[in-house]
């Protein structure tokens, strides 16, 4: 007799290699005997989350690998969304054909990767098979050389602001890992050698984690010299996607979680790699709902970057993630996951 609870669990176990922001993991399980109960854990979410935006998105993902890994490992899922409290989701299963699915192989395999990408170019029938538009979700992708670089230019833009807020300072220190030891011990968080940073990029790191120390950086305008890495990633890569929703509601995240999940996924079956720059969508969000502290410069300049944004996506269309694509060589390290945490 097939013990479905048992095989729920098995689904788990792939689904939580999801990507979440700064490893954060932000879900928490109820597995009945037969069906999953997901809830999100608010004590895990970033501090700064406009409308959970990132949570929802992060959950997204873990749907998509559900329903893959399901499939493969022979049952048939139903996903009902109830958004009550911290409840997200209820998924009912029973037993079904065991089928293939030619992302499966890929759920434990995808990364983020944050090395300089190679300017080969993408082949044209794997970018027309990430370009999806899915209800009110579209991914958006971009080659033209000119265009990449003023992306380049509004990241690094958002970027040196994010280094001004002193909770998102804290917040990423917070979730810093510095060692391996303090890594396997943890298993979340972001591991300091999946930053790609290189022993001079290291120390800066660690001797910016005193407040005081960014501050000065902050006062003499220096900051945006730290934003450089990120222009100049994102420049030398041959290929930019902007994934966009037309709404805000967190069934739209949700939905923009799952078609970003699958074009990771699509990416890692080419041998592709993806690394995502949140900032801007987060900031441009925060600006927009008014859930910031951000003073009157830094919302003049974010005023500035959301225009040229929805010039580049479109009326109508909002932001919910940046990434560049490319070959690369593979990651120096890849980051874990907690065991998985079962709500009684
Ligand atoms: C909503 C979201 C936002 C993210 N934002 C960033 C980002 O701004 N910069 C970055 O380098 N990685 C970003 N990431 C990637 C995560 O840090 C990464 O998924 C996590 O550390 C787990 O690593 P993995 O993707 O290699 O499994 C983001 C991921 C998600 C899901």
């Not at 609870?5 to 098995?10: A, D, G, V």
């Not at 895990?44 to 935006?53: A, G, N, Q, T, V």
Request: hydrophobic share 40%; with cysteine; aromatic share 10%.
């Amino acid at each position: 007799m097939l013990n479905l609870k048992q095989e729920i669990l098995k689904v788990l176990e792939y689904a939580v290699w999801a990507p979440s922001a700064e490893n954060n993991q932000p879900w928490l399980f109820r597995v009945g005997e037969n069906e999953l109960q997901i809830f999100f854990d608010p004590q895990r979410e970033l501090l700064f989350e406009p409308h959970h935006m990132f949570t929802f998105l992060s959950i997204g993902a873990l749907v998509k690998n559900i329903k893959i890994a399901a499939l493969c490992l022979g049952l048939q899922v139903k996903v009902r969304y109830i958004f009550h409290d911290n409840l997200v989701a209820k998924l009912s299963f029973e037993p079904g054909d065991k089928r293939d699915h030619d992302l499966f192989p890929y759920i434990k395999t995808r990364v983020t990767n944050r090395k300089r990408y190679f300017s080969k170019p993408i082949a044209d029938q794997i970018l027309k098979k990430l370009s999806i538009q899915k209800d009110n979700i579209a991914v958006k992708i971009f080659q033209d050389k000119t265009i990449i670089r003023r992306i380049a230019y509004l990241v690094m833009r958002t970027e040196k602001i994010r280094f001004e807020i002193k909770s998102t300072h804290e917040e990423l220190y917070h979730n810093l890992r510095f060692t391996k030891e303090e890594e396997e011990r943890k298993r979340d968080g972001l591991y300091i050698k999946t930053l790609e940073l290189g022993l001079l990029g290291e120390l800066v790191l660690k001797i910016l984690r005193y407040w005081e120390i960014q501050n000065i950086i902050n006062k003499l305008r220096l900051n945006i010299l730290l934003s450089i890495p990120s222009y100049l990633l994102i420049r030398s890569s041959p290929c930019v996607g902007i994934l966009c929703s037309t709404q805000t509601d967190s069934m739209s995240y949700i939905r923009a979680g799952e078609v970003w999940q699958e074009v990771w996924l699509e990416l890692a079956r080419n041998n592709l790699y993806l690394h995502p720059f949140g900032a801007p969508p987060l900031f441009i969000t925060a600006l927009e709902t008014g859930e910031n502290s951000f003073n009157e410069g830094q919302q003049r300049s974010l005023g500035k970057i959301k225009e040229e944004f929805s010039a580049l996506i479109g009326e109508g269309q909002k932001m919910v993630m940046i990434f560049r694509i490319g070959y690369a060589p593979p990651p120096s390290a890849k980051s874990l996951r907690r065991d998985l945490r079962v709500k009684v």
